[in-house]
Nanobody, 118 residues
């Protein structure tokens, strides 16, 4: 059974950094593209960063380029999202999504709340 568990969220001050963790089980990281999404109150869910571990390809939304860094650890089957220079507008629930690179079938984690105070 594929499972994704996010952690690392919390209440932080603007300007600080945070590292979110997406721990995966029941699948091989090389078979999936892992994407971090976020959903702020009253807004649609948006993809912010993704990584394809089999070749290391990464993608970032324009709104987060230069502040967000996605990385993966194949040994731990874990994907990280480092967020620097946090802004109040980064406040959202952050979700991890795993999409099979051939079938397109995907899975979601339960999310982790990030709240940035000004």
């Amino acid at each position: 059974e594929v499972q994704l568990v996010e952690s690392g969220g919390g209440l932080v001050q603007a300007g600080r950094s945070l590292r979110l963790t997406c721990a995966g089980s029941g699948f091989r990281l090389d078979d999936y593209a892992i994407c971090w999404f976020r959903q702020a109150p009253g807004k649609e869910r948006e993809g912010v960063a993704s990584i394809t571990s089999i070749d290391g390809t990464t993608y970032y939304a324009d709104s987060v380029k230069g502040r967000f860094t996605i990385s993966s650890d194949k040994v731990r089957n874990t994907v990280y999202l480092e967020i620097s220079s946090l802004k109040p507008e980064d406040t959202a629930v952050y979700y991890c999504n795993a999409r099979h690179i051939y079938t397109g079938y995907d899975y979601w984690g339960q999310g982790t709340q990030v709240t940035v105070s000004s």
